[in-house]
């Protein structure tokens, strides 16, 4: 079975700097894997995907995520934060049994300080 | 092109009234899923329809059923609403296929007293 880890709950930057968000997944076959970004108060938006072909997957807004099959996970960065970065990020897996449900992951909730 | 919208934005229930979220999607996708949201676990799946005619239970069935009234419209409804229902409720929809990404409503924030 598929499921998703995101290791930290929430993650605190400074405006400026960069921004590193970790998730481990596990999975029995190749998965596809997405990260997604919540404002405060609104629906989910993808950020970016990955699907087996590149491992590093550039997104919107500057963000970029780095499939790494052999340690099981799937970052998501940003080299600059911006306060408009704040917000809650969720990993999900895909599922592959031919259902293609998502498993997501618990988020993280990231601060952007000025 | 509106995506997947729903309604309503907010209820508020007494514990054992019922009430029906409704969801819609104009993006032809063959899928539809209902997930809550509950604070620090993420988003659980309750049900998803794969296809016209189908639907199946999720990861927390209990306390709801569901319809999809035809392609575009996915319904999910408490028959007795608790307060363990408080939450914020989201349908989202795709094609199901490898990367096949799901589009989110803004969701329904529900309490139940």
């Known amino acids: 079975a598929q499921s998703v880890t995101q290791l930290d709950s929430h993650v605190s930057v400074s405006e400026g700097t960069p921004v590193l968000l970790r998730c481990n997944y596990s999975?029995?076959?190749?998965?596809?894997l997405f990260w997604y970004v919540q404002h405060p108060n609104k629906g989910l938006q993808l950020l970016l995907k990955y699907t087996s072909a590149a491992t590093l997957v550039k997104g919107i807004n500057g963000f970029e995520a780095e499939f790494k099959k052999s340690e099981t996970s799937f970052h998501l960065t940003k080299p600059s934060a911006h306060m408009s970065d704040a917000a809650e990020y969720f990993c999900v897996v895909s599922d592959t049994s031919g259902t293609y449900k998502y498993i997501f992951g618990t988020g993280t909730r990231l601060k952007v300080l000025a | 092109n509106a995506g997947v919208t729903q309604t309503p934005k907010f209820q508020v229930l007494k514990t054992g009234q019922s009430m029906t979220l409704q969801c819609a999607q104009d993006m032809n996708h063959n899928s539809m899923y209902w997930y809550r949201q509950d604070p620090g676990m993420g988003l659980r799946l309750i049900y998803y329809s794969a296809s016209e005619g189908t639907t199946d239970k999720g990861e927390v069935p209990n306390g709801y059923n569901v319809s999809r009234l035809n392609k575009r419209e996915f319904s999910l409804r408490l028959e007795s609403a608790a307060p363990s229902q408080t939450s914020v409720y989201f349908c989202?929809?795709?094609?199901?296929?490898?990367?096949?990404?799901?589009?989110f409503g803004p969701g329904t924030r529900l309490t139940v007293t």
């Open positions: 999975s029995s076959y190749s998965p596809s």
């Open positions: 989202a929809s795709n094609y199901p296929a490898r990367g096949g990404e799901q589009y």
